[in-house]
């Protein structure tokens, strides 16, 4: 009886050891670790690109740890892991999820940057999904659909240039407009022949002109400053003139105005000018004055004046 219990006891120790080492394998399988000094590494993606929780979390391709949450949160994907030293990941740590096998599997794989600063276990490392190879399937079945709509387009597009040169009269005016090029660049061709001297010519008389144009620029060039100094001097010299003209122009304004006040002076006083010019009845009187001097005058030229002067008596 006791040799029974004894067997059954090491049955079931064995058992127990039995299961322990399986679901240790399992774990180490799986990359589950149970080391105490493992710590949690956060996430966040755009898409969970596949990854799943177990799956490995390696640096630089080692393994370092695994998932242990995945998530959506604000529009995108929070992931936690675990991972057992956080000293060599750099404040600018980047994170990628790609795949762990040609066959399946996902992993993420942590760039641990390049910075100074240590990296903040508080803080989210930013990561992107690389394609795997179901997205590569699916891109390349979109791209096979491209493919055959192109090459519907190109069977379109060859059945109209099939359409257009099976037209006599398209294919008939395209060797008419050939023709016509080909007429027109032999034409230039022999108009370039027959004119090479000529265009050599003129070419040669040009550089000729050229050189003659420096060499007269050259040799003219001290009288030429001389002329524009001399200009210069006549400009400066004619603003002096005409400073002079403008003073001038300001004096005679200034007679003219005397002169208008003289003139109104004249007009509106009472002297023997005004009565001259203005009193008409003076005017006609000094006038009869004047004639009945002149006939006086006439008549003494003619017969002598007569005097008979007395001193002291009277007669």
Known sequence: ???????????????????IL??????????????????????????????????????????????????????????????????????DAKAEITILEITGGKKIEINPGLSPEKFNPNLEIPGVTRADLTTLINQGGDMLNNIHSLIVKLDTISSSLAEITSNQRFISNFNSAVQNATDILQMTRLLLVEN???????????????????KITNKNEPKLDSLINQLDLTLKNSGKLITRADTSLIALNSILDNVNNITNEIKQGEGLATKIIYDKNFSSRLDSTLTVLFDFLTMVKQHGVNINFRLGTRP
């Open 22 to 91: 399986l679901i240790l394998g399992i774990s180490f399988g799986r990359g589950l670790g149970v080391s105490v000094t493992q710590k949690t590494i956060k996430f966040r993606f755009d898409n969970s690109g596949g990854i799943q929780i177990s799956n490995p979390i390696v640096v630089n391709g080692v393994k370092r740890g695994v998932v242990t949450l995945v998530k959506n949160d604000n529009g995108g994907v929070y992931i936690e892991g675990t991972i057992d030293d956080l000293s060599d990941l750099k404040s």
């Open 196 to 214: 090479t001297n000529n265009i050599e010519l003129t070419l040669s008389n040009l550089r000729i002109l050229s050189s003659d144009l420096v």
């Open 1 to 19: 009886m006791n040799q029974q219990r004894n067997l059954e006891f090491k049955v079931g120790i064995v058992s127990l050891m039995a299961i």
